[in-house]
């Protein structure tokens, strides 16, 4: 439900930017000989035409809609030219409409706060930026207006054609406007100017709305296309909203605004002024119900967020009719394709951007054979994301088990799907100056530990192992309203740790036959550490050194005080050759920098800490978890 915010102090320029029948116009730039032909871009599904995504106003003039399929539009429009949408893992591919509309988003941004709302629509702030121009350069000192600034739409404003460019001129140079109105008028000449440059640099056209709130913007983005911008001065905004229907309105469309026109009555936005804020309340909740009287005056206190990128990316496809997926097996077959497609948008995000995706999310929808329970939803589910297809994959599909199970209920019947989504969530930075904790391991490069040679922090939950792929599911904690999928770990058998060693150690002269194992041992941090004794005694080492640490101590005691201080210098030197130990405090140690660490190290680490903390009081403190990685050199 929709809640109401806070709203400004003072006033804002907001523009809302949307592309003109994009789709089209990106295949109009791969063959300009499309260019003023009526076009139609078409799903990759063939059956009769294929179903249309995108249509260019050449061919709305014929009456073709998105809604038909290709067969029926050259039945509409004969000469209509039906293009193909690119196709890869038996589905839509729109990574060139994608990359096409980051080439507008790179220009629009120059100006102000941009917030990326879709492939082909931005929300841009403009305030800062037109207060500057205000204050340095209103629009009546100007040599020269853009063109598409005087052939703006005012509301309000008398829009005949022989006068309408004379008007928008002589409302742009009012003098005595008040703040708002000025604001307005220098937000619609910046928007012109970037509406050219964006035809001149990318080939594309797109129509605006420029408003005080994102609500009002984007009304008035869709009023006058293509290739035109509209302006809502404050003294508009009532007549706007008076005739606008419920419909219409953003957040609207669904179940709230059916249930405005039944049970309140409610047809337009302007029908809401005949009900007070209390009603409002009581009927939709208080946050609902304020928002509602809010938008009833045209107010809205929601903000541009400052966001280039996508907040999620998802994979889906559409099984209608008799295409439903029917058995478990043709489930997977389609999950692989999405969750390959997933992966590799997050990789190049995460490569690119230094972006990490934490939320793993499965949306489906079933029905049920025999019809019994109809009603009940094929239930959405979550769970951690991890890195790399392979677990992508097998994590994506005991989503689906676990959400299959909930649905069917235990009962023996039989389904159908009819539609897949995959999706990634919960996108955070890579916090900038943050490294891998591979590179305090002397001897190992960390490129062959990680997907990315760079210094950046990446937990182990996402770091990508070209190795085995096929682990486990991590066992992390997740929020009560998640879900998770039955996870299971595998060790990794195969995993050698001899190529360390011998870098580590390449004094000792080991022999082939000497890197053979006998026993497999587990997985340990300690075979990351240079030195000659096994990993098994560094662990006892390690593990017992608080206890020996303190044995030490109270020998000492009893013993009185040595000698000499070379003499007690060799036996602490000889204690530290023998065992290779590192003196370390619980309380340094940054659960962060563990988290980091493969799941097998993140269980011995924790033993260690868990038994040391048992041990507190005995624990000599000021020691730094940095003895962790290398002795310290007195000099």
């Known amino acids: 439900m929709p809640v109401a915010r806070p709203e400004p102090q003072e006033p804002r320029v907001i523009a809302h930017v949307d592309m003109d029948c994009f789709y089209v116009q990106v295949e109009q730039r791969k063959n300009p000989e499309l260019r003023g032909l009526p076009t139609a871009v078409v799903q990759y599904n063939n059956w009769k035409g294929g179903g249309l995504i995108a249509v260019s106003y050449e061919a709305r003039k014929f009456g073709v809609k998105r809604s038909m399929r ?37 220009i629009l941004s120059t100006k102000g706060r941009c917030e990326r709302a879709s492939i082909d629509e931005v929300y841009l702030d403009l305030t800062d930026a037109a207060k500057s121009m205000l204050s340095e350069t209103p629009p009546e000192v100007l040599e020269s207006i853009p063109e598409e600034a005087l052939k703006s739409k005012v509301l309000g404003l008398n829009s005949e054609d022989d006068d309408r460019e004379k008007n928008v001129r002589e409302w742009l140079f009012r003098r005595h406007a008040d703040y708002q109105d000025k604001l307005l008028a220098c937000g619609a000449i910046i928007v012109a100017r970037l509406r050219v440059k964006v035809l001149e640099e990318t080939k594309f056209t797109c129509s605006a709305g420029i408003a005080h709130n994102k609500m009002l913007a984007k009304l008035a983005s869709a009023m006058h296309k293509p290739a035109q911008q509209t302006v ?7 007549d706007l909203l008076s005739s606008l229907p419920v ?34 309340q009581e009927c939709y909740g208080i946050n ?34 008799p295409k439903a997926l029917k058995t478990t097996a043709s489930v997977r077959s389609w999950l692989n394709q999405l969750c390959e497609e997933l992966s590799e948008r997050i990789q190049f995000d995460l490569d690119q951007n230094k972006r990490v995706a934490h939320t793993l999310t499965l949306h489906t929808n079933a029905y049920k054979e025999n019809g019994v329970d109809s009603q009940r939803k094929f239930p959405s589910k979550s769970c951690p994301l991890r890195y790399g297809t392979a677990k992508i994959q097998d994590d994506a599909m005991k989503l689906f088990d676990s959400a299959l199970h909930d649905f069917l209920s235990s009962q023996n019947i039989r389904w159908g799907i009819t539609s897949l989504s995959i999706s990634a969530s919960k996108i955070s930075e890579i916090p ?11 001897g190992e490069n960390s490129s062959s530990m990680s997907s990315d040679n760079s210094d950046v922090l990446i937990p182990e939950s996402i770091s990508k192992s070209p190795k085995n792929e096929n682990e486990g599911c991590m066992a992390a904690t997740q929020s009560d309203n998640v879900d998770q999928p039955a996870c299971q770990e595998k060790e990794n058998e195969n995993h050698s740790n001899q190529t360390v060693q011998d870098k580590a150690n390449p004094a000792q002269g080991i022999g082939a036959s000497q890197k053979k194992l006998k026993e497999k041992e587990p997985y340990s941090i300690l075979k990351f550490f240079p030195g000659s004794e096994s990993s098994s005694t560094r662990k006892r080492a390690f593990g017992d050194l608080n206890q020996d640490h303190l044995e030490r101590n109270q020998t000492e005691q009893q013993e009185g005080p040595s000698e000499g201080c070379d003499d007690a210098t060799a036996r602490s030197n000889q204690t530290a050759q ?17 988290d980091e660490l493969p799941l097998e190290i993140q269980r011995e680490v924790r033993g260690w800490l868990h038994s040391a903390t048992k041990r507190t009081n005995m ?17």
């Open 247 to 280: 419909k219409k309105m953003k957040q609207l469309g669904g179940k709230l605004g059916c249930s405005l026109q039944i049970d309140l009555g409610v047809n337009t936005i302007g029908d809401l002024l005949n009900f007070s804020e209390a009603k409002l």
């Open 70 to 106: 290709g067969d029926e539009a050259k039945k509409v429009c004969p000469d209509i030219q039906l293009v193909q949408v690119p196709v890869a893992r038996g589905k839509a591919d729109l990574n060139s409409y994608r990359s096409a509309g980051s080439e507008v988003v790179a």
């Open 432 to 442: 900038s100056g943050t490294c891998s904790i591979l590179k305090f391991f002397r």
């Open 288 to 321: 609902t119900g304020t928002w509602l009287w809010k938008i009833a005056r045209g107010t809205s206190g929601e903000e541009v967020e400052d966001r280039l990128l996508p907040k999620s990316h998802g994979c889906g496809k559409t099984f209608p009719g």
């Open 232 to 238: 809502v001065p404050s003294s508009s905004v009532m």
């Open 578 to 594: 023998q065992h290779e130990i590192w003196n370390f405090n619980v309380e340094d140690v940054d659960p962060s920098v563990i």
């Open 619 to 635: 624990t000599k403190r000021g020691s730094s978890i940095a003895h962790y990685f290398s002795p310290v050199k007195k000099t």
